[in-house]
Structure formats: C-alpha cells, structure tokens
C-alpha cells in the first residue's frame, strides 16, 4: 500500500463477488436432472451437470456481471464414459482379483498429473466473464513433479512436508491460469499452510484426548455400578461427537487454507480478497448434513445454493484498476475427460 | 417487428456495451449510442439453450456475445432446435412437473432398488465361471487364514465323524459342489464362501448339542451357496453404488455421507433377505432328510442365550443389521416344523 500511496493512486477499490441464485429456481433444474438421468439410464446427466453449472456460474457475480460456463454436454458426456469404464473396472477389479485394485491405485495415480492438468485446461477454457475466458498451460510433467513427486515427499516424511505440497499444488494450480491475456500469480508462502495444518493437528490430538479422557470416565463411573453395555441407540453418541469434532477440524482447515489459497491470487492490478470465517463454516456444514439426512437427500439444491452464496459473498477483488483493465483472447475447448475422472474418483484438484 | 435490450461484450475488453437489438424478418439490426447500427443475418447469430432465470446469450459470428433478459423475444426469434434442451426447459420452467419428475424418481429407484438390481443378478452370478468363483472363494479363505482364523482344534475323531455325517446328508445334492471346512475362530459361526467352501467354526460345532443342530448349520450354509449369495451380494452391492454415485452426483463435501447411508441400508437388506433365503433352503432340506427345522429353532435360541453373543439391536438399528431378528427366525423355524 505504501508503494501505491508513493505514486499518488491511493485510490484502492474494492469489486464484490455476489451470488444472486435462487433456491426454488435451482431446485427444479436439479431434479430435473436427476430424473432424466435415471430415466435416460445416465445419458442425460452431462446435459444435467452443463445446466446445474450455467445456472450456478451466471448467479456468480463480479461487478455486477454473471460468469459463464460455455462446456458442450457431449464434451462432458464422452468424458463420463471413460470416467465410468475406469471406475466400473476399479469397483470390480477387486471383488474378483484383490491384486487387481492395486494395478489400478497405481495406474490411476501415474493419472493423476494428466487428470489435473486436462481438468484444469477444461474448466478454465470453458469459464468466461465480459467474454473472456481463462485459460491453463501448466505442463503434464510440472504436475507430475508437484503432485507425485512432493506427494511421495509428504509421505516419506510422515506428514511433515504436507503443508509445503498442499502450497505448491495451489501455486502450480493458480499460477498456470490466465484470464484472457492477464498471467496470473500465485503470491503464496509455505508458512501459513504450515500454521494452519500445525494448528489442526493440534485441534485434532486435543479432541481425541479429551474424548478418552470422557470415555475412561464414563466407563469408570457408569461401568461400576451397572454392568451393562451401552446398547442400540446409545452407542452411536460417541461417533456422532467424534463426528462433529471431525467437521470442526476439517472446516478450521478449509477456511485457513481457503483464505491462505485466495489471497494469494494476483490479477494483474488486482487481488484477490477472501474472508472465509471457521464457525460459519462449521455451522454451514453441520446443518447441511442434519438438512440433506432428513430430507432424503432434496436439500442438495438448497445447500448448494446456500454455499455459493457464502463463498461468493465472501470473496473480493481489490485493487487501484476497475476489472474492465482485462483484455481477451481466443481460445479453443479442451478434453473434458480429465474433469469428469476427476469428478467420479474425486481426485483433489481444488485449489 | 421485435425490439430488444442487451449488453455486449465483444471479448476484447472486460467491458459490456449497452446495445439494442432490433430484429425484422431474417435481418437483425444491432445498434448502440457510440457505434453506427450494423446489420447481421437472424441464422448467422447463435442462442444458447434456455435454462430458466439465466440470461440469454446470443453469439455473433465474430465471437462477440450479446447478453440480455429478453427472454420471450429471444425464444421467438431463435427457438431453441434440439429436443433435451426444449424437453428440459419445459419441466424446470413448471412446479408441478419438476415435482411430478421427483416422484417419478423415487419410483423408480424404488423398482431399481427392489426388483431390477435382484433380479438381473440372479441370472449374472449363475452364468459366472465356477473356476472364478472358487478363485474368489480360495482368496477369501486365505486372507481370513491369515487374519481372523486359526486351525481347527477339533480332534481327528470328532471331524470325521462330523464329515461322515455330512457327507450322508449331502449325498444326492449334488455334493460335489461344496467342500466342508473346520477352522477355529474365537466365536461361534458359519459362513459360506464362493465357489462353495462352507467354513464352520469350532466354537459353532461345540455349541450345537446334536448332528440334527449341526447339520442344520451346514443347510443353512448350502442355502448360500446354491443362491450363489456372496457373488449376488456383491454385484447388487457394485450396482447400488453406481446408483447412489449417479443420484449423489453433486453432492457436496461433507453431505456425500447422506449418499453412503442408503447405500449401507441396502447392502444390508440385500444380506437379511439373502439369510431368510437360505434359512428356506436349510427347513426345506432338513425335511428332505427327515430331520425337523426344530433343530434350528433350538440352535439359534441357545446362541442366543451365549454370554458372548450379541445384544439384539433395537428397532432403529435393525435396519444396519446383516441378519433377520433372531426371534423372526426362530418363529419361521417352528412354523416349518
């Protein structure tokens, strides 16, 4: 900020990100997919996905505009079929041939670069705003680098070097992307990550102590008097405590990780600005499994509705230029099979 | 002639530029307070598919877009040409038949669920080799070998004369389709493996008080094993799961739970209705052979009555269990009788 008060621009503006989506709009466009999916025995579901996404991607606002999602379901729907061999000889390799699901763990991770990378190119190529799209260079054998080669380092160190990976995925991931002719930079430093995954681990061994310490007691106490096993019911109550503790942890890291992620994304003379909070997190995520469990699943649309509305109003772009500084370029449409094996194994390619 | 509204982004600049569109017959006239109007071909310009409440987008031929909320100029003068996207817009634009597509959802995995995944299985699992299915049953032994089991502890004596017995109560049922084996576990059990390996444990030879008990046991397991139950399990399992992950597409991060929990209820459904139908065979059998599903009936009460044995779930957790009520069993056992 001092560099720009030195040039007499102090004039630093901030753009919002809305979600304008409806609910009841939503909802029907979702169970319309579902349904002509199970009655097209699956065919309809790429042309679902494209609408769910346009939908979701024209409520997303930034000053004031929508952003759109240009991908051909016929794209999505070729990608789903290979998705779905590879995941159909996954699931039955191992029912017959135990070995067999090993090959596949291995096969599937030599993928991995390339389902990043050919995801990451689709996506990026079919998102636009003002008309202009993103677009992604990073290289098989960069990310093979990043996501195998510091995976492997991460596991040989027990862990230790997780954070370092988790950091350089992000920046591999952001600072591959373009918008139109704008590169854009990943302003990211391994200590934050290391922070935040220090403290969740922190969190982590705290509840488990604690919930020993309640169980011993319980046993203890309850044990010596009557001598009769928790039963039905009464026994689930630790999971469900275990579980909520587990949702605590595991939203303390994504909005740690999330807000670490997004600041670092540099626009040319923009920058990114995200306030993700943990216990708006926590409470998002614990009442969306309370609302999907009692609905049956039906409050999907709703929590994804709910979602993106809390992700898109809480993130900004601040800078001294409006975003019409931004200039286009042409580009062509990628594979879209990398995105779609990605979806269906849900391989990590979030940021 | 049909006038509207819109905003265009030439894809150069991240700017839109407020324009109107006016269109008459095949000729569309686009016009804006700092360009001179041109004019385009209608067929040159390209709309996206509708989605209600998405703007309309009109793609022009070299590349710049044209964004705009006249939604019922666009549909008259660009229709929409292929059948899923007009099929599609209809159902999402109306309640009552996006709510009528729900139920016709649930019912239909309802039928997927309960008629065509058993049915389609049955057939599958008779047509699979018998050489892959003892390759699977074989493994399956192995690995509990080297986990759960331990070998057999019964005296010689006592496992020939166990065999002997089974053998005259298998002869003439096609015996050559199973093989009986002793291995010692730590509790009382029984479990058929494909291929048909019938494994019974030592405990489980030891709580049973006569042969007719005994033999009720190894009926009970042949039952699995001419159902060809552990292949059929695991296909119709393989079948759900492609079903929950086809429904639970897009569901989100920490509610993919809700997807698993069906999944887990319906395994285990497919399990109980796989028990009472070898719990059929095993009555059926015993009659054949002059032995009376008493014996059963006996067998599961004192099982039941073990100190290690398992407390009966209550009624909400019925529903997670691999097994029919104990009681429901032994009733069926004695109306068999």
Not at chain 1, 199 to 227: E, K, P, Q, S
Not at chain 1, 285 to 302: D, E, F
Request: net charge neutral.
């Amino acid at each position: 900020m001092s560099e720009l008060s030195a040039r007499g621009t102090a004039a630093l503006t901030t753009y919002r990100f809305d979600f304008i989506g409806r609910t009841g709009e939503y909802f029907r466009i979702w169970v319309v997919s579902l349904f002509l999916s199970v009655v097209t025995l699956g065919i309809y579901s790429a042309w679902g996905k494209v609408r769910k996404k346009r939908y979701l991607y024209s409520h997303t606002e930034l000053d004031g505009t929508g952003f759109e999602f240009r991908a051909t379901p016929l794209a999505i729907l070729r990608g789903r079929v290979i998705a779905l061999v590879l995941l159909g000889g996954f699931a039955l390799s191992g029912h017959v041939l135990p070995i067999m699901q090993l090959v596949f763990i291995i096969i599937l991770l030599a993928l991995t670069p390339w389902i990043v990378v050919a995801a990451s190119r689709f996506n990026a190529r079919n998102s636009a705003w003002r008309n202009i799209t993103f677009s992604f260079s990073g290289g098989f054998w960069e990310a093979a680098r990043v996501f195998l080669g510091l995976g492997a380092l991460a596991v040989v160190t027990l862990g230790l070097m997780y954070p370092y990976a988790r950091m350089r995925r992000a920046r591999f991931i952001i600072e591959h992307h373009r918008f139109g002719d704008t590169q854009i930079r990943a302003d990211l430093m391994a200590g934050g990550f290391i922070l935040a995954y220090l403290l969740a681990a922190l969190m982590f061994i705290g509840i488990m102590v604690l919930f020993v310490a309640a169980m011993v007691g319980l046993v203890f106490t309850a044990g010596a008097a009557a001598r009769h096993q928790p039963s039905g019911m009464a026994s689930l109550a630790p999971v469900a405590v275990l579980y909520v503790a587990y949702i605590a942890v595991y939203a303390f890291l994504r909005a740690q990780i999330g807000n670490l992620t997004l600041n670092g994304v540099v626009l040319g003379p923009l920058r990114c600005r995200s306030t993700l909070r943990v216990r708006d997190l926590v409470w998002l995520y614990l009442s969306n499994i309370v609302a999907v469990l009692a609905t049956l699943g039906l409050a999907t649309a709703w929590v994804t509705i709910r979602m993106a509305r809390y992700r898109a109003r809480n993130l900004y772009l601040i800078g001294e230029a409006t975003p019409e500084v931004f200039m286009g370029t042409a580009t062509s449409a990628g594979s879209a099979t990398g995105s779609e094996v990605s979806d269906l194994f849900d391989v990590d390619v979030s940021l | 002639m049909t006038a509207f509204e819109g905003v265009l982004f030439d894809g150069v600049r991240a700017a839109g530029l407020p324009v109107q569109v006016h269109a008459e017959g095949d000729e569309v006239l686009i016009a804006s307070a700092i360009e001179e109007p041109r004019s385009v071909a209608r067929d040159q310009i390209i709309a996206d598919a509708p989605i209600p409440g998405v703007p309309r987008l009109l793609r022009l031929p070299g590349g710049e877009l044209i964004q705009t909320d006249a939604h019922e100029a666009v549909a008259s003068l660009w229709p929409p040409k292929d059948f899923i996207s007009r099929a599609a817009f209809a159902i999402e634009s109306r309640w009552w038949a996006a709510l009528t597509g729900l139920v016709l959802t649930a019912g239909v995995v309802w039928l997927i669920v309960a008629f065509v995944l058993p049915f389609a299985a049955e057939p599958v699992s008779r047509r699979i080799s018998p050489a892959v299915e003892a390759f699977m049953g074989q493994q399956t032994l192995e690995i509990l070998d080297r986990t759960i089991f331990a070998p057999s502890t019964l005296t010689e004596e006592k496992t020939e004369e166990l065999e002997e017995k089974y053998a005259q109560f298998v002869d003439g049922e096609d015996a050559q389709s199973y093989r009986l084996a002793f291995r010692h576990a730590g509790m009382p059990n029984a479990l058929a493996l494909p291929g048909g390996i019938i494994v019974v444990t030592d405990e489980m030879v030891l709580a049973t008080e006569n042969d007719a008990e005994f033999l009720a046991v190894v009926a009970h397991e042949i039952g699995h094993v001419r159902g060809h139950h552990a292949m059929r399990l695991v296909l119709q399992g393989s079948g759900v799961a492609v079903l929950m992950t086809a429904l639970a597409g897009d569901a989100v991060g920490t509610t993919i739970l809700a997807a698993a929990l069906p999944a887990v209820l319906l395994r285990t459904r497919y399990s109980r209705q796989f028990e009472s139908e070898a719990d059929d065979y095993a009555f059926a059998m015993l009659k054949r052979h002059g032995q009376s599903p008493q014996a059963f009936a006996d067998m599961m009460r004192r099982l039941r009555l073990r100190k290690d044995a398992k407390e009966e779930p209550d009624s909400l957790l019925q529903y997670l269990s691999t097994h029919p009520a104990t009681e429901e069993r032994i009733q069926r056992a004695e109306q068999q009788r």
